[in-house]
């Protein structure tokens, strides 16, 4: 989840000046976004419509925020 | 970034909580965690090494967060 491009993002900014302080002359752009990991159960659910809905409803502004997204399938034994 | 398995993670707790009060039952748990995107310009040093070492430095809290980290090449043209 990171600020839309027209939203500025003075934590990245902040991030890139430490960096070329620390004389990481090659760094151009630094975008922060925040990142969530969810294990979500398999009942058969069309899992991207629901992750779509959480993070309208939820975990991102969507008026500020752009979001993406990957579905990773994991087995567990038992 | 996200914290490490042993420092516990309240905003993921939250997080989780409200999830479900939304009903989104099949939500088992939930990691809140940073995301940084940086643009680096190739200059021909070792850009692994170079991501390393300024997680390390800056962008990380060694002792209680774990990073991952992925390159994608770009080509700008100009």
Same mark, same amino acid.
């Given at each position: 989840?990171? =600020? ?11 991030? #890139? @000046?430490? /960096?070329?302080?620390?004389? =990481?002359? @090659?760094?151009?752009?630094? @975008?922060?976004? #925040? =990142? ?21 409803? /939820? ?10 997204? +990957? ?5 567990? +034994?038992?």
């Amino acid at each position: 989840m990171t =600020y839309k491009e027209s939203i500025l993002d003075p934590q990245g900014e902040a991030v #890139k @000046t430490a /960096l070329h302080r620390l004389d =990481y002359q @090659t760094v151009e752009k630094v @975008t922060v976004g #925040k =990142y969530f990991e969810l294990n979500i159960a398999d009942r058969g659910q069309n899992i991207d419509e629901e992750v779509d809905q959480m993070c309208d409803q /939820l975990l991102a502004n969507v008026n500020m925020e752009s979001y993406r997204y +990957e579905i990773e399938s994991t087995t567990t +034994e038992g």
